[in-house]
């Protein structure tokens, strides 16, 4: 595994032209439009990197670029790996054990979710305070690397206060309603029946979705401060549970992006 991450950050620093960010985000379903606002763009497909998994979900368009937002340079995942793909949680994770080995700093994550808070709405920005882990994989799971972060990391602060704070100040500046909360992580592919919905809230939940969680967990566990956000696609509040599909996440997602758009590069460039 060490050699193998090694090599990948090795390929990466050799295709860049520029010196490497130290700070990364990572786009979930339907939110790739933030790519339109990276200035000189680098692109390097999944699929040419050596050791990458490669996207199969539709929505997500597997590059890594790196660029600029507004004036700092940042590395950006289009497109990211989930557990019900069919990959490991090694595999996972492995782009954020790459992104350590190249200096990454901070990590920006999004999703989109389904809301479970009867104060949320379809197209809400939820920031996340904190997350509950339900997948049944753990990604610390096997031998740990000291030079990686400890065999029990903490998570008391899995999400960045400092950042959370500043990015509600942003939104406050900008008029963006936001909300906050729990993002509880499963393992997918199914949307969620009204009785899970249910029980995910009443364990402290107020948004669900089938990524970030993993990324997360390593993240913190190799010291990369996180700040995490939810766009609300669909809500699965008791009386409202509605069908649900994909191609409406996307569009939600995509309809609902340029307020996360707005305070992701606020963010990104103050602090």
Request: proline fraction near 6%; glycine fraction near 10%; avoid cysteine.
């Amino acid at each position: 595994m060490l050699a193998k991450i090694k090599e990948t950050a090795e390929y990466i620093r050799g295709r860049v032209s520029t010196p490497i960010p130290t700070t990364a985000i990572i786009l979930g379903t339907g939110l790739g439009a933030l790519v339109d606002s990276i200035a000189d763009k680098q692109y390097i497909p999944y699929n040419e990197i050596p050791n990458f998994p490669v996207s199969t979900v539709e929505g997500h368009s597997g590059n890594l670029i790196f660029g600029r937002l507004g004036d700092r340079p940042v590395m950006a995942m289009q497109g990211r790996f989930h557990f019900y793909e069919g990959y490991d949680m090694k595999t996972v994770t492995f782009p954020i054990r790459v992104m350590h080995e190249l200096g990454i700093k901070t990590l920006f994550v999004s999703n989109a979710a389904g809301g479970m808070n009867p104060e949320f709405e379809i197209g809400d920005i939820m920031i996340i305070t904190d997350h509950i882990n339900l997948f049944p994989e753990h990604p610390l799971r096997g031998k740990n690397y000291e030079e990686w972060g400890p065999r029990f990391p903490d998570m008391s602060e899995a999400y960045s206060q400092r950042l959370i704070a500043h990015a509600k100040d942003i939104a406050k500046e900008k008029g963006i309603r936001v909300m906050h909360g729990v993002y509880v992580g499963t393992q997918g592919p199914t949307f969620e029946t009204p009785a899970e919905y249910r029980y995910f809230h009443i364990i402290g939940g107020d948004a669900v979705g089938m990524s970030t969680v993993p990324e997360v967990i390593v993240a913190r566990h190799m010291g990369i401060e996180v700040f995490g956000v939810s766009v609300i696609t669909d809500l699965g509040v008791e009386g409202i549970v509605e069908k649900v599909s994909h191609e409406e996440v996307q569009k939600a997602a995509q309809a609902a992006q340029p307020k996360m758009m707005e305070i992701m590069t606020e963010l990104v460039n103050r602090f």
